[in-house]
């Protein structure tokens, strides 16, 4: 599998790490039931069989993070943005 | 028909004229007690032992392709029960008493041959942290020894015991682990299960699970709807989407664990070989192909087919260890989706929404607890409660934080 970085261009997946889905922001400590939403956001996953959008890091490249979106069942890389835009 | 010398004598004197096939393709009933999604080993072995240690009557069992065609037909066929956490050690050794009665059980010779499980060992920390999972092993009543690096040369003695970077210590052997015959454990249980009535339904996709007033009424398949009173799910790899068509998130992400064998040798490797300083496992086929794997492909797939950069990998650790290995040609490689749960350990248990229970997150061991997931399975769907021996693989463990994580790696699945 190859990936088109934003800056690096295409370049071997070997160079990326995998962080896995890219779910909301971290849920609200202050909130009442701060604990249950924790739980669900450090252990629960979609895991979708089809499109996924997740966040890799160009670990052996130009150190971005990306977010990825593709095909879990063909591994077809349908997107790929800087995380930060 | 039953097993035996005289019946084997009986065939071969009738030229094997009058063999029948032996399990029932069945057609899908409208209704049953228990339905168990998923043809797989742990999938017909729960409904064999419903129908025979807990008298369910009505069972069907439904797969979506033929029985035994998704993870049971793509596992190294590794069996043993060397788990140092509570909650796994006594569940993985009820798995290994299980596997030493099972041929005569189902009257099937699923080819459990308990040539040993050997981990090595490389510094003194991980020689430490053996001797500690060892004892947690003899403590519950399981074998196990260390053994130094005179003992591991005596018994295999073409390993690269002096790796400039990873020598070889000694190692962690369980003399009864092994393998098994992977095909034959599922037409075992299958024809055990045909026997006392259960149908085997195949090319029977489930689609969606049918509730009503909150409580599960059966399942939408390709072959129409079944009605059923209990739903159980065994179908690792898939359990994610299954449970989503019940409103379910379960704690697990799906990837890809690949396998690979080489051409067969002469009998080269007297048990399983675990690498201590890299991941990677090989033990030799009765056929004499050398079969071995080792880290999952890194990033989610259902895709059931890997990357060649694992491949490498899994190759290089396995030069490392054993160098005799580049003179062998790789002659296959496969994947299969494996459920990668939170921690590391599996799930059997019940499921939020009335008459679904759930067995999955197997991560990648789970033919060796094939017989202990069915009984399990079959106890918590026949009597509504766990079995002693699984009341640890519970879904709100992570909220309650009895998490099992062998490893202690933490949320983060493909670490494990």
Known sequence: MRLTCPYCGERDAQEFVTRGAAVGPRPDPAAPDALRQFHDYVHLRANPAGISVEYWYHAAGCRSWLRLTRDTRSHAVLDVQLAAS | ?416
């Open chain 2, 1 to 416: 028909m039953g097993y035996s010398f005289l019946t084997l004598a009986a065939q071969a004197w009738s030229r094997r004229r009058s063999w029948e096939p032996v399990w029932r393709d069945a057609e899908p009933k409208p209704e049953y007690d228990v339905v168990i999604v998923g043809g797989g080993g742990h999938g017909l072995a729960t409904a064999y032992y419903l129908a025979k240690e807990f008298g369910v009557r009505r069972i069907a069992v439904l797969e979506r392709s033929w029985i035994g065609s998704g993870n049971a037909g793509r596992n190294t066929t590794i069996i043993r029960s060397n788990y140092g956490e509570p909650g796994n050690t006594a569940f993985y050794e009820l798995s290994m008493r299980l596997w030493e009665g099972l041929e005569q059980d189902l009257n099937y010779n699923v080819m459990v041959s308990q040539r040993g499980v050997l981990n090595l060992y490389h510094s003194d920390a991980q020689r430490d942290a053996y001797a500690r999972r060892g004892n947690a092993m003899r403590i519950h009543g399981i074998d196990a020894q260390l053994l130094d690096e005179g003992q591991v040369r005596d018994l295999t003695p073409f390993l690269d015991f002096d790796n400039a970077r990873f020598p070889i210590r000694g190692g962690l052997l369980q003399q009864r682990g092994g393998t098994a015959r992977h095909d034959a454990v599922v037409w075992g249980y299958a024809r055990g299960a045909s026997q006392r009535g259960v149908d085997i339904v195949q090319n029977c996709e489930v689609l969606g699970i049918r509730i009503e007033g909150g409580v599960v009424r059966g399942v939408e398949t390709s072959r129409g709807f079944i009605g059923a009173r209990k739903v159980g799910l065994a179908v690792a790899g898939n359990s994610s989407r299954l449970a989503a068509m019940a409103g379910l998130t379960l704690p697990i992400e799906t990837c890809i664990l690949q396998a690979m064998v080489t051409e067969g040798v002469k009998p080269l490797i007297p048990g399983v070989i675990t690498f201590g300083a890299g991941h990677f496992y090989v033990s030799q086929s009765d056929k004499g192909g050398l079969v071995f794997g080792g880290d999952i492909d890194a990033y989610n797939s259902y895709a059931q087919r890997g990357n060649l950069p694992v491949i490498q990998e899994v190759c290089e650790a396995g030069m490392a260890l054993m160098p005799m290995l580049g003179r062998l040609r790789v002659l296959r490689a496969w994947a299969g989706n494996v459920d990668m749960s939170m921690d590391g350990s599996p799930f059997i248990d019940r499921t939020a929404l009335p008459g679904l229970y759930f067995n999955g997150g197997w991560c990648y061991g789970g033919f060796k607890a094939t017989p202990a997931s069915g009984m399990c399975f079959a106890h918590l769907l026949a009597r509504d409660t766990p079995h002693p021996d699984a009341a640890a693989l519970r879904l709100d463990r992570f909220a309650s934080g009895s998490v099992i994580d062998e490893n202690g790696l933490g949320a983060q699945p493909n670490l494990h």
